[in-house]
Structure formats: structure tokens, C-alpha cells
């Protein structure tokens, strides 16, 4: 089993619509957790940062860590077609030579 | 603010020479960087960690031989493909951090090794 587990998609919604993206992991001692977007030929830019469990929002972008599931979300209200990504689910555990564990990215695709 | 730079952002080379890429954090001091590969539609493959002034820590798989880490300061990190082969061929991304959890990434390097 991954210690991280994130479904590649692709996902495709019509503009507007809300996304749902998630990710499961097996490691109880994460307590970070990031969502990165990256764009074709692009690096990961960072959206989204949580710290234990609970829900952060920015603007579109809602994050949730349910740490009792062991299960993330990112949410995206009014997706629009420049939300056209792949987005990256990560998470560490903060301790002394930290390793941060990336998902495998789930591409979405907004149509106008 | 957190921006990080690579250089260059593309490279074509012939087999058995070697490239250097750097990678920068240009408004930040960068405690520890790290490079990672990644393939087409797939997601990042770490390569190695490495903190200014130290030897880089190689993940499990990675010849340190061949993949040359040099952290000279705490802006500035190079990672040099060396005797470059067909397979090397990859898109190459540094990411660098000052505190435990956020890495900020590069845009990245494509090498095509001919």
C-alpha cells in the first residue's frame, strides 16, 4: 500500500461546477498537509496548507484533513477552465529530517 | 515572496556529456533543497535532500555518482547529470524550504539527452 493515495483522473467538469479532489494515506504521524497545482511543463506551485485536522479556506479553494479517516480534500468553488491543473496532495510529519510525501496528482480539466 | 528560480529551463545534450542545473531561492534563504524527477504524468520522484553546506542525502535507488549535488550557500544548489545518458532524459524540479513543511518549487528543467 502507498503511503499516499490519490486518484490520477483525469477529472472533467463543465466551468463553474465544484471539485472535489481527495487523497487517503496510511501514515497516523502526518500532520502537515498541502495542496500543490502544477501546470503542464510547469513546477508545483503551493494552494493550500493545513496543519492537523480541520478546514482551511482561500478565496475558491477550501482544504479539509479528516485525520481520524486519514482522508484530505480540496474543494474549488467556481471552478473555472484556468483551474485546468494537476493537482498534488502532500504531507509530512514535521519531525527531524522531515520527508514530505507527494501523491501521484490528479489532472483536472475545466471546459468552458 | 518564496520564489524560486531554475536555470536553465531547458537543455539538449548528446550522450556522455554532462549538465549542470541550479537551482535558486531568490528572496530567501533556503535551510534545505531538494530534486526531484518527474516523468510524464506521473508524480514527483524524490532524489535527493540536500542542506547547505553538507553532503546530500541520495534516496534509495539514486547514484550519487551520477546525480552530483553541490549546496554551496543557502540561495544557491546544483544538481549535475553526469555522462548523461538517453534515459536521464527528464523533467527536473528543485524545491527549497526555510521551515519544516512548505517547499516551494521551481518551474523546472526539461533535459533531452540525444
Known amino acids: 500500500q502507498k503511503e499516499v493515495e490519490q486518484d490520477p483522473g483525469p477529472l472533467s467538469v463543465p466551468e463553474g461546477a465544484i471539485v472535489s479532489l481527495n487523497c487517503t494515506y496510511s501514515?497516523?504521524?502526518?500532520?502537515?498537509f498541502m495542496w500543490y497545482r502544477q501546470y503542464s511543463r510547469k513546477g508545483p506551485e503551493l494552494l493550500m496548507y493545513?496543519?492537523?485536522?480541520g478546514n482551511k479556506e482561500d478565496g475558491r479553494f477550501t482544504a479539509q484533513v479528516d485525520k481520524s479517516s486519514k482522508y484530505i480534500s480540496l474543494f474549488i468553488r467556481d471552478s473555472q477552465p484556468s483551474d485546468s491543473a494537476t493537482y498534488l496532495c502532500a504531507m509530512n510529519e514535521n519531525t527531524g529530517g522531515f520527508k514530505t510525501i507527494f501523491g501521484a496528482g490528479t489532472r483536472l480539466f475545466v471546459k468552458a | 515572496g518564496a520564489v524560486v528560480s531554475q536555470h536553465p529551463s531547458r537543455v539538449i545534450c548528446k550522450s556522455g556529456t554532462s549538465v549542470k542545473i541550479e537551482c535558486r531561492s531568490l528572496d530567501f534563504q533556503a535551510t534545505t533543497m531538494f530534486w526531484y524527477r518527474q516523468f510524464p504524468k506521473k508524480s514527483l520522484m524524490l532524489m535527493a535532500t540536500s542542506n547547505e553546506g553538507s553532503k546530500a542525502t541520495y534516496e534509495q535507488g539514486v547514484e550519487k555518482d551520477k546525480f552530483l549535488i553541490n549546496h554551496a550557500s543557502l540561495t544557491l544548489s546544483t544538481l549535475t547529470v553526469t555522462s548523461a545518458h538517453p534515459e536521464d532524459s527528464s523533467f527536473y524540479i528543485c524545491s527549497a524550504s526555510y521551515r519544516n513543511n512548505e517547499q516551494f518549487f521551481g518551474p523546472g528543467t526539461r533535459l533531452t539527452v540525444l
Open positions: 493545513t496543519y492537523s485536522s
Open positions: 501514515n497516523s504521524a502526518f500532520q502537515y
